[in-house]
């Protein structure tokens, strides 16, 4: 996809630590503490979307501004 090397801003709104990991990418592990922000490719957010609990995490984890 074409905006995939486009860098988003990611926040923990959750009250703990939040981490995550994605096989596709190498077995990228990423973790964020309680409201955390870090900059981080569009490509690993669609690809975290499709990883087991991937989807919730952005759902109600997770704030993704662009």
Same mark, same amino acid.
């Given at each position: 996809?074409?905006?995939?090397?486009?860098?988003?801003?990611?926040?923990? &709104?959750? &009250?703990?630590? !939040?981490?995550?990991?994605?096989?596709?990418? +190498?077995? !990228?592990? &990423?973790?964020? /503490?309680?409201?955390?922000?870090?900059?981080?490719?569009?490509?690993?957010? &669609?690809? !975290?979307?499709?990883?087991? +609990?991937? /989807?919730?995490?952005?759902?109600?984890? !997770?704030?993704?501004?662009?």
């Amino acid at each position: 996809m074409e905006n995939d090397n486009k860098m988003v801003r990611v926040t923990n &709104r959750s &009250r703990g630590t !939040l981490g995550y990991t994605i096989p596709d990418m +190498g077995n !990228l592990q &990423r973790f964020f /503490a309680h409201g955390e922000t870090k900059v981080v490719p569009m490509e690993e957010i &669609r690809k !975290l979307d499709w990883t087991p +609990g991937g /989807a919730v995490l952005l759902r109600d984890y !997770l704030k993704i501004e662009d």
